[in-house]
């Protein structure tokens, strides 16, 4: 069963389309990242199912069902860091929290404990690293055990030793069957924590689902010979090639499937160029992700 289902999910800001008729599916137990460059609409989606924004068209549904309080019971949200008072300790910052949310003090020790919280706890937050504070925000969403997550770039201002903090937070909550819904401009935080991924971009849906399955990693060679303009010409021929860009003394060649480096090096053979270098090269998830945001949107 999915936990969430958007169908056509639109949304407009006066001229600006912030999202155009947007669907996918979030599987239960999947660290979905909503990926995306500055205002191509992931915090509008986020709000949207959060029920802070109205969609104009389109619906969606939560467990499968339209959602009522006691579905929104089980998402806990993080769309902006709250504002925790700086003179009181994690733990009173948290008993504020539980206030505001109408729960008991009960549950307190047990999100600390999760968010590696405990030994600091009755510590200011003015103390705390940056790491800290957002951890401190997540327990504050963990607050009665919700089953899914909602979090707005949940790195977004931290420094690295507390991006690296957030992200182990993630993957171990992930590892205790949350569904974790997070929204990332930074493909590195989807790659490394992400287990699927929706792609948006001006408030189209570029394409989702798994990462491994969306965003295809084929190799790429990189290949030289005494003229590289004629072996250009040439690879630009071969089937399958879909780019041959000269770059320094190298071709840097790109392929619609998996490259075959033997069957290449033959071929140029047959056409009568000598290689003096080829070499097979994995493609970064950057380029990757580059080549799906540069195509033209459906
Ligand atoms: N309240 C608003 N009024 C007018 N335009 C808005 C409003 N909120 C968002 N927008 C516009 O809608 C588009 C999508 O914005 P949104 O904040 O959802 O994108 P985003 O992907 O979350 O971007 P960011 O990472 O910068 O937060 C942007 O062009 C933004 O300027």
Not at 168 to 182: C, E, H, M, P, S
Request: charged share 20%.
């Amino acid at each position: 069963m999915p936990i969430l289902t958007l169908q056509n999910i639109s949304k407009r800001y006066g001229a600006v389309q912030a999202l155009a008729g947007v669907s996918f599916e979030v599987p239960a137990g999947s660290v979905f990242g909503i990926l995306g460059p500055n205002g191509s609409g992931k915090t509008t989606l986020l709000g949207i199912v959060t029920d802070v924004l109205k969609a104009d068209t389109g619906h969606f549904t939560l467990f499968d069902k339209t959602p009522t309080a006691r579905e929104r019971r089980q998402i806990g949200t993080l769309l902006e860091t709250p504002n925790f008072y700086h003179y009181l300790s994690g733990y009173k910052n948290l008993e504020i929290s539980a206030a505001v949310k109408q729960r008991g003090k009960d549950d307190i020790a047990r999100v600390l404990d999760i968010c590696g919280l405990t030994q600091r706890q009755h510590s200011a937050f003015k103390t705390y690293s940056l790491g800290m504070k957002q951890r401190l925000a997540i327990a504050g969403v963990l607050l009665g055990d919700p089953e899914v997550l909602i979090l707005d770039e949940p790195t977004n201002g931290l420094d690295p030793a507390g991006i690296a903090e957030v992200r182990d937070l993630v993957r171990r909550l992930a590892g205790t069957g949350k569904t974790i819904i997070l929204a990332s401009h930074l493909l590195d935080e989807v790659e490394k924590v992400c287990t699927h991924v929706a792609i948006l971009r001006k408030g189209n849906l570029l394409l989702s689902g798994a990462v491994n399955e969306v965003i295809s990693r084929n190799d790429y060679i990189e290949i030289a010979a005494a003229n590289n303009h004629a072996l250009q010409s040439l690879l630009l021929q071969y089937p399958g090639c879909t780019s041959a860009e000269l770059n320094g003394g190298l071709l840097k060649v790109m392929f619609a499937a998996q490259p075959d480096a033997a069957a290449i090096n033959n071929y140029c053979a047959q056409q009568g160029i000598w290689l003096s270098h080829l070499q097979l090269r994995k493609k970064s998830l950057e380029t990757a992700f580059l080549e799906i945001t540069n195509t033209p949107a459906q």
